[in-house]
């Protein structure tokens, strides 16, 4: 197993590792605030610092097309159950 030090975010609590799941970015892992998304109440200091190098133009594309696909089986299962 991979050992780093996990760096603290601006509200001084360790960051939160989490991952990307956007065209650009797509499973590629940065560190976030640790409060972010937790509650109403609780505000972000949007600590953000990518964990993982930018991936390359092919795999990028590679992993976006099998989302897009997973993405469209899913949504053919949702209206089968549906009908």
Do not use: Q
Request: some cysteine.
């Amino acid at each position: 197993m991979e050992e780093t030090n996990v760096p603290s975010c601006f509200c001084g609590r360790p960051a939160s590792l989490r991952t990307a799941w956007t065209d650009n970015n797509a499973g590629r892992r940065f560190y976030g605030c640790a409060n972010h998304g937790h509650g109403f109440r609780r505000r972000s200091c949007n600590f953000f610092s990518w964990y993982d190098p930018p991936l390359n133009p092919r795999s990028r594309a590679i992993i976006v097309g099998l989302l897009r696909k997973v993405k469209a089986m899913e949504r053919g299962r949702r209206s089968e159950r549906i009908m």
